[in-house]
């Protein structure tokens, strides 16, 4: 049999049971703040950080293309926050004729995307700056991968089939698990790579990027997620009650 208790009896410890806050959802769209394709090179001279678009797959010479993206949430989203989910959008402006694979691969390296811009459909890239993120380069020059292409979860995140030009959504429930430990952890946001079918040459898919001269075609990200209000609120709301009542019962 459970025990009562009053305001007046109940120890502080047992304040936090007495009230439940409810949890507050919010959703946010969050755009890109970086992104740069990958150039499948020997020598990593070739780099596309400031491009209107981004590519990944395979080419028909054939050659690998791989695009980076990464999101900053923590400066909008709480530190207590509990992610319940996370949709990454994609805006595809070049397409073959067939299908493909594309998943997204959490990034396990920091990088950087430098000032460089392809011209035309920038499907070949362009000569890297310092800064540009390359096939051998984290960041161009100094800073190199640890294995050519980027290092990555070799786990996907999430995976969507891509057809034709439009608009393309990954969502999973490991796609949820990186933003919430991106958010507990801002310093393990080192966003995803996109990979396509690199299995057969004449898989690439070109993206709009966030330099894309249209916003709304530009990378978007998603996030539901809710605040439980911490316990140290839970009990500070609860013993201003308690005073509250005492006062009211002091009054003549």
Known sequence: MLARCS?????????????????????VTISATRDATLY???????????GQYLH?????????????????????????????????TLHVSGASVLAHNFSLHRVTSPWTAG??????????GTAAVAGDATWLHASSPGLAWTAP???????????QTVGDIGFY????????????????TPTSNFGWILRGDESAPGTTRRFDSSESFDAALAP?????????????????????LIVARKRRRSQP
């Not at 000032?115 to 070949?124: H, I, R």
């Not at 292409?149 to 995976?159: L, R, Y």
């Not at 978007?220 to 201003?240: C, D, F, N, Q, R």
């Open 169 to 184: 959504s990954w969502t999973s429930a490991q796609l949820t698990s990186d933003v919430q430990n991106w958010i507990t």
């Open 7 to 27: 305001a007046s009896s109940c120890p502080l410890a047992a304040l936090p049971l007495l009230i439940a806050l409810p949890a507050s959802a919010a959703l």
């Open 56 to 88: 990944a797959g395979t080419t028909n010479q054939p050659l690998l293309r791989r695009a980076l993206i990464a999101f900053d949430g923590a400066s909008l989203i709480p530190e207590n926050a509990l992610i319940s989910s996370v949709t990454l």
């Open 149 to 159: 292409g980027g290092d990555f979860s070799t786990i996907a995140s999430a995976a």
């Open 220 to 240: 978007k990200l998603v996030i539901e997620y809710t605040v439980v209000p911490a316990p140290g609120s839970l009990a500070l709301l609860a013993l201003s």
């Open 40 to 50: 499948e090179s020997a020598t990593g001279v070739l780099g596309n950080g400031a």
């Open 115 to 124: 000032t460089s811009d392809a011209s035309g459909n920038e499907g070949g």
